[in-house]
Structures are given as structure tokens and as C-alpha cells.
């Protein structure tokens, strides 16, 4: 595992600007890997891990274990708490961490000679012991096959709008096979259709000067300038 100082250069690096959050989500992520027995996170295949939060403490957690969504090894769940929980998928052990409250007026009292609470802040996540930043708990995962990284176990298909469902996420409403969003649980509202060949005619005239013309074989557009 890399010092605590090349994580956090990294993580700025990756999330644009270091934070309080960040610092927090290094630790953590060092920390609960730690703890499960995993000194070596990055190209692991046996490290899973579920993030409680969809801010900068996640991308730093994604900095330290390379878990990411795309592979199936970030989890999220949106509880809005900065915490996560760490499983080493060979031994079944894992861990919760969840940043404790009181870590805030730590850092105001011992840093109480810096001006913003920003820098309070980032001086005592970097410092104060796990213990004083972090509750630890035991937990035990039980995560489905369909929920594992690896090709998806079942394929269907929504009998309303057609659209393919992965690994078991479908719901069964009378004789029918549903997504989720034609089952009531959509989070957007279609207001029309977008032709994307137009877009596309659009985008190219725009950026190389020339009326684009359509390539039948391909399928796509070639510039008339070209």
C-alpha cells in the first residue's frame, strides 16, 4: 500500500482539488482495507466495496482501491452518510467505517491557531489517529451472485418499452416481465425522441466547415470537405 501522501496527491489529481472529504475517503479507504486483510487494493479481485455517499470522500475511496462501478466492485448506496464498508470477497470478512461527527470540533480545538476551518480540518484528517476519525464495526455482506463482478447471469427484456435488463433486476407484475422504470420506479420523464444522426450531421458541419454527407455501408457521415 502507498504512503498516505502519495494517495492524496493522487486523489487530487483524480478529483481536481483536495478537501476535507478527501482526506477522510483516503483514510478510510486505508484503513478498511487494512482491516480485511487486503494491503495491495488496486488490481485486487477480491476487494468489494459499498459507499454511502456521492461525494468527494467516494473518489478518493476510488483512488486507493481502484474498485469502480464499471467493474461491479463499487457499490453505492445512497444514504447520504460519509461511510463505507470494505469486503475481502475470499475470506467474507468485512468492515464499516463511518467518519464520526466529533472529528470536526476535534480538529477546531487542536487547530484552533488556523484561520478557516478548511485548513483545521485537513490538518487533523491528516494527523489524528483512525480511532479519533472513524467508528469500525464488523459486518457481514451477504451479496448476491447477480450482485458479483463477472458476465451477467440472466438477460430479459421489458414487455412494455423493450428495452434488455441485467442480472435479475427486472420485476414480474402479472403476466408481464417490466424494467424497473415501466414498473413506477423511473427517476426521469420522456419529453420526446432525439434523432442522433441529425445530431451528429450537425456536429460535424459545425466543426469541419463542410456539408456533411451520409455513409450508407457505415452508417455514419463523412464531411464533403474531406
Known amino acids: 500500500m502507498k504512503t498516505l501522501n502519495d494517495y492524496l496527491t ?30 495491495e487494493p488496486k488490481g485486487s479481485k477480491r476487494l468489494i466495496v459499498f459507499v454511502e455517499i456521492d461525494r468527494c470522500a467516494a473518489d478518493a475511496i476510488t483512488t486507493v482501491t481502484g474498485c469502480r462501478l464499471g467493474k461491479r466492485t463499487l457499490k453505492f448506496r445512497d444514504f447520504g452518510k460519509l461511510a463505507a464498508t470494505f469486503l475481502n470477497t475470499e475470506t467474507g470478512e468485512a468492515v464499516r467505517l463511518v467518519a464520526l461527527e466529533s472529528s470536526r470540533e476535534l480538529a477546531r480545538q ?9 485548513e483545521q480540518q485537513l490538518a487533523a484528517y491528516k494527523t489524528l489517529p483512525d480511532d ?7 459486518v457481514q ?7 458479483r463482478p463477472g458476465h451477467p447471469l440472466s438477460r430479459a427484456a421489458c414487455d412494455r418499452c423493450g428495452e434488455g435488463i441485467n442480472d435479475g433486476r ?15 420506479a423511473a427517476y426521469y ?21 463542410g456539408a456533411p454527407q451520409p455513409c450508407v455501408k457505415h452508417n455514419a457521415f463523412i464531411s464533403s470537405s474531406a
Open 10 to 39: 493522487e486523489a487530487e489529481q483524480n478529483h481536481g482539488h483536495m478537501c476535507p472529504g478527501q482526506v477522510l475517503g483516503v483514510r478510510m479507504a486505508m484503513a478498511g482495507c487494512q482491516a480485511v486483510g487486503i494491503t
Open 189 to 209: 420523464e420522456v419529453i420526446g425522441q432525439v434523432n442522433l444522426d441529425q445530431v451528429e450531421m450537425a456536429s460535424t458541419a459545425a466543426g469541419r466547415g
Open 132 to 138: 479519533c476519525l472513524f467508528r469500525c464495526e464488523r
Open 141 to 147: 455482506i451477504n451479496l448476491p451472485e447477480a450482485d
Open 170 to 184: 427486472e420485476v414480474l407484475a402479472a403476466d408481464s416481465v417490466l424494467c424497473r422504470a415501466c414498473a413506477g
Open 110 to 118: 487542536i487547530f484552533v491557531h488556523l484561520s478557516t476551518k478548511k
